[in-house]
């Protein structure tokens, strides 16, 4: 199938239509499983602004809007709270893994460690949920830092936020040309033996091929758009999103209106999907997933989808637009499994 012929028209509105296709989006939310590869709604909960297990007109995630959409698991980052003082990144991290085992003790929660965690959540009824920590500075230089992480159940690191960091440069600092440290070489390989899945979100370009180059497993920009459809530095050109695919790796659509409309404008879920399907087009239709970046931006996300819980309302717009309940299938989370399952078992 030639998904850029079929999926370039959208389709006209039709309410008789939409009725019938909002009842299949909520089928699928419920026969698929559903994974968000990247929210920030950790920091919330750290700061004590709202309690995760309750729903809150604030931010756009908590566990009932996730169960609203029938969300089987959401990997939340631990971001760095104090950006002026990365000496303090362990202990920040600390700070992020004691909220998230209380998080974990709550009812309808459950940690995910590896991904029978994520089935045996679905088949309870229950919302995985699993840790990554937003920034690398937080090892401080120090591989038993990783390590000792891992045990205290982070499954997943985001190399650098946009500035440089001890493992390479991020995408603020891509003018410089520069890509991974001697030890960025060494944390790379390291989470490959531990089972650790590397994140490239915020990576500098020229780090984005180190990491392609050396990496022993599957890895993600957990959240990301086209460069083609906007030339954000955050974004990934079609050279990038073909490698994905070839390495086996995963993209993780971002709903952050900064890269999708790159002004105060504010985004529809409509871009969205049109992000979506050239990312399928370019990377293919096994290598993208979500990653909504949802309560990582202020403003509600990108309407009608303000929230998590409105999630069903983006499949209705790709089944709009003809995309097939299998590759909705593979969208929604079986290609998040694919990868997780690869680096973590």
């Not at 709550?106 to 590896?114: F, K, N």
């Not at 979100?201 to 890895?219: C, I, K």
């Not at 659509?253 to 529809?268: C, M, P, R």
Request: with cysteine; hydrophobic share 40%.
């Amino acid at each position: 199938m030639d998904i850029a012929s079929v999926f370039r028209k959208k389709a006209e509105d039709d309410p008789a239509m939409d009725e019938i296709r909002m009842e299949r989006a909520e089928e699928l939310h419920s026969e698929c499983l559903v994974i968000d590869g990247h929210q920030g709604t950790l920091l919330d909960v750290f700061k004590g602004v709202r309690k995760f297990e309750e729903e809150s007109s604030a931010g756009h995630s908590d566990l009932p809007r996730l169960k609203q959409a029938q969300v089987d698991c959401v990997i939340l980052s631990a971001f760095p709270y104090d950006r002026l003082h990365p000496i303090r990144g362990v202990r920040q991290a600390l700070e992020y893994i004691d909220v998230f085992h209380r998080l974990a003790k709550v009812p309808g929660l459950r940690q995910v460690l590896r991904t029978s965690d994520i089935e045996d959540a679905r088949e309870a009824g229950e919302v995985g949920i699993m840790l990554s920590l937003g920034d690398g500075a937080m090892l401080e230089g120090s591989l038993e830092a990783l390590r000792m992480y891992h045990k205290l159940g982070v499954r997943m690191l985001t190399l650098t936020w946009n500035e440089r960091n001890q493992l390479g440069d991020g995408a603020a600092f891509s003018v410089s040309r520069g890509g991974l440290t001697p030890f960025g070489f060494k944390v790379v390989k390291e989470a490959a033996r531990l089972g650790m899945v590397i994140d490239v979100a915020h990576l500098s370009e020229a780090g984005f091929w180190d990491v392609l180059d050396v990496a022993q497993a599957p890895f993600v920009v957990s959240h990301a758009n086209c460069h083609a459809l906007l030339a954000h530095p955050r974004n990934l050109t079609d050279a990038q999103l073909k490698a994905i695919g070839e390495a086996g790796g995963l993209v993780g659509i971002s709903f952050n209106h900064e890269y999708i409309t790159g002004t105060d404008e504010k985004a529809t879920i409509s871009q969205v999907a049109d992000h979506i399907i050239h990312a399928m087009e370019v990377a293919g239709e096994d290598s993208v997933g979500l990653g909504t970046d949802f309560d990582s931006f202020g403003e509600p996300g990108p309407d009608p989808v303000t929230h998590i819980g409105k999630l069903p309302l983006l499949t209705l717009e790709l089944l709009k637009r003809g995309v097939t309940g299998q590759q909705i299938e593979s969208l929604l989370g079986r290609n998040w499994m694919r990868v997780l399952r690869a680096v973590m078992g």
